[in-house]
C-alpha cells in the first residue's frame, strides 16, 4: 500500500514512521515544510533507505497512494493558543490539496484526517455525558475554542464528502516516548518533576484523562487502512481512562514523584475539560480495535523508555 503522510515532523506522525518501517509493509512517502529536518531525523532512526521525504511542493496528481494520513497540526496547547485564528487558515490549507486529490486523482484513496476530541466543544463537564452533541458558546468564543473548532469545521465539511472515504480519527490524550517534556502538558510537567527531583504542584479538583499508547494507535490506524469503507468519524480510547489524583499517586509510588496538591479555588466555567475522554466505541463495534494498554499502564511503559534512553 502506498500512503502519504502530511505533517511528518510532528510527534504522531514520528511515532507512525517507526512503527510503519518496523512492519515493513506499508511504502509510505513523508511531507512536511522542512523535508530537511525529516531526513535528518530519518537517518538517526537509520530508516532513510526506507521512506522518501518530500516539501509539499512535490505532491502531485502524477503520484498513486491508497491512503492520505494528516497530521498536519499543533501539538503544543500553548503554540495552539498563540496562533489564534490561522489555525483555521493552516487547517483548510492541507485539508484542501487532499480533497483535491481525492476529487480529481483518485476517488478510492483513503483519507485519515487527524482531529481532536476537542472537536467536542465543552462537552467534558459531565460525567454521563454521551457525546452525541458538539458544544460551544457561540457568543462567548475564546481563543481557547478556535482549535476545536478549526478540527470540528473540518470534520463538517468531510461530512459533505459522502462519496468518498473518510475518517476523522479523534485524539483525546497521548503520551509516548518521543514525548517533549518542556512543553505545556500536564504528562510533560509530570516526567520532568521526576527525571529533575522537583515537586509537581496541582489542586484537588477532579480531572480524568485517556492516554492512548503509541502501540495502540497505530494499530488503530491499521485497522482503518486495512478495513474502514465508509465516510465519519472515530475516538481514541485506551483500555481504562485514569484520575488526576490517581495518576500523581502512583507516579510517586512507582517512580518517586514529589507532588503538592493545593486547594482549588472556585471555578464555575462549563469550559473545564473535566472528563476528556471518549465514550464513543465505534472503533471497537466497527473494526475490532482493542487497545492492549490501559492510561496507567501507557505512562508507566513511555516513562521507563524515556528513563531507560
Given at each position: 500500500?502506498?500512503?502519504?503522510?502530511?505533517?511528518?515532523?510532528?510527534?504522531?506522525?514520528?511515532?507512525?514512521?517507526?512503527?510503519?518501517?518496523?512492519?515493513?509493509?506499508?511504502?509510505?512517502?513523508?511531507?512536511?515544510?522542512?523535508?530537511?529536518?525529516?531526513?535528518?531525523?530519518?537517518?538517526?532512526?537509520?530508516?532513510?533507505?526506507?521512506?522518501?521525504?518530500?516539501?509539499?511542493?512535490?505532491?502531485?496528481?502524477?503520484?498513486?497512494?491508497?491512503?492520505i494520513?494528516?497530521?498536519?497540526?499543533?501539538?503544543?496547547?500553548?503554540?495552539?493558543?498563540?496562533?489564534?485564528?490561522?489555525?483555521?487558515d493552516?487547517?483548510?490549507?492541507?485539508?484542501?490539496i487532499?480533497?483535491?486529490?481525492?476529487?480529481?486523482?483518485?476517488?478510492?484513496?483513503?483519507?485519515?484526517?487527524?482531529?481532536?476530541?476537542?472537536?467536542?466543544?465543552?462537552?467534558?463537564?459531565i460525567?454521563?455525558?454521551?457525546?452525541?452533541?458538539?458544544?460551544?458558546?457561540?457568543n462567548?468564543?475564546?481563543?481557547?475554542?478556535?482549535?476545536?473548532?478549526?478540527?470540528?469545521?473540518t470534520?463538517?465539511?468531510?461530512?459533505?464528502?459522502?462519496?468518498?472515504?473518510?475518517c476523522?480519527?479523534?485524539?483525546?490524550?497521548?503520551?509516548?516516548?518521543?514525548?517533549?517534556?518542556?512543553?505545556?502538558f500536564m504528562?510533560?510537567?509530570?516526567?520532568?518533576?521526576?527525571?529533575?527531583?522537583?515537586?509537581?504542584?496541582?489542586?484537588?479538583?477532579?480531572?480524568?484523562?485517556d492516554?492512548?499508547?503509541?502501540?495502540?494507535?497505530?494499530?488503530?490506524?491499521?485497522?482503518?487502512?486495512?478495513?474502514?469503507?465508509?465516510?465519519?468519524?472515530?475516538?481514541?480510547?485506551?483500555?481504562?481512562?485514569?484520575?488526576?489524583?490517581?495518576?500523581?499517586?502512583?507516579l510517586?509510588?512507582?517512580?518517586?514523584?514529589?507532588?503538592?496538591?493545593?486547594?482549588?479555588?472556585?471555578?464555575?466555567?462549563?469550559?473545564n475539560?473535566?472528563?476528556?475522554?471518549?465514550?464513543?466505541?465505534?472503533?471497537?463495534?466497527?473494526?475490532?480495535?482493542?487497545?492492549?494498554?490501559?492510561?496507567?499502564?501507557t505512562?508507566?511503559?513511555?516513562?521507563?523508555?524515556?528513563?531507560?534512553?
Amino acid at each position: 500500500m502506498n500512503v502519504a503522510i502530511f505533517g511528518a515532523t510532528s510527534q504522531i506522525a514520528k511515532d507512525l514512521i517507526v512503527r510503519f518501517a518496523k512492519e515493513n509493509v506499508m511504502n509510505c512517502t513523508l511531507f512536511s515544510r522542512r523535508e530537511a529536518d525529516v531526513d535528518i531525523w530519518l537517518e538517526k532512526q537509520g530508516i532513510a533507505h526506507r521512506f522518501s521525504s518530500k516539501n509539499y511542493t512535490y505532491f502531485s496528481d502524477r503520484q498513486k497512494f491508497d491512503a492520505i494520513i494528516n497530521l498536519v497540526g499543533v501539538g503544543n496547547p500553548a503554540r495552539a493558543a498563540n496562533m489564534g485564528t490561522t489555525i483555521f487558515d493552516v487547517t483548510k490549507n492541507y485539508d484542501d490539496i487532499v480533497v483535491d486529490y481525492l476529487q480529481n486523482v483518485n476517488k478510492k484513496c483513503k483519507y485519515i484526517f487527524f482531529s481532536s476530541g476537542a472537536a467536542y466543544g465543552n462537552s467534558f463537564s459531565i460525567a454521563d455525558d454521551l457525546q452525541q452533541e458538539a458544544k460551544f458558546s457561540i457568543n462567548d468564543l475564546t481563543a481557547s475554542d478556535w482549535y476545536g473548532l478549526a478540527k470540528f469545521k473540518t470534520e463538517i465539511s468531510h461530512r459533505m464528502l459522502d462519496n468518498f472515504i473518510i475518517c476523522d480519527l479523534r485524539v483525546f490524550s497521548y503520551f509516548s516516548e518521543t514525548q517533549d517534556i518542556n512543553n505545556s502538558f500536564m504528562m510533560s510537567e509530570l516526567v520532568s518533576a521526576i527525571f529533575n527531583n522537583k515537586t509537581f504542584e496541582t489542586n484537588d479538583s477532579i480531572l480524568y484523562r485517556d492516554f492512548i499508547h503509541p502501540d495502540d494507535l497505530f494499530s488503530l490506524v491499521n485497522l482503518i487502512l486495512e478495513r474502514y469503507e465508509s465516510n465519519g468519524a472515530l475516538d481514541c480510547y485506551s483500555k481504562q481512562v485514569v484520575e488526576k489524583q490517581e495518576l500523581v499517586n502512583f507516579l510517586a509510588k512507582k517512580f518517586g514523584l514529589k507532588f503538592k496538591i493545593n486547594k482549588a479555588e472556585f471555578n464555575s466555567s462549563y469550559r473545564n475539560k473535566t472528563y476528556y475522554y471518549a465514550r464513543n466505541k465505534d472503533a471497537g463495534n466497527t473494526l475490532g480495535y482493542e487497545p492492549k494498554f490501559t492510561s496507567l499502564s501507557t505512562i508507566a511503559h513511555v516513562i521507563e523508555q524515556l528513563r531507560n534512553s
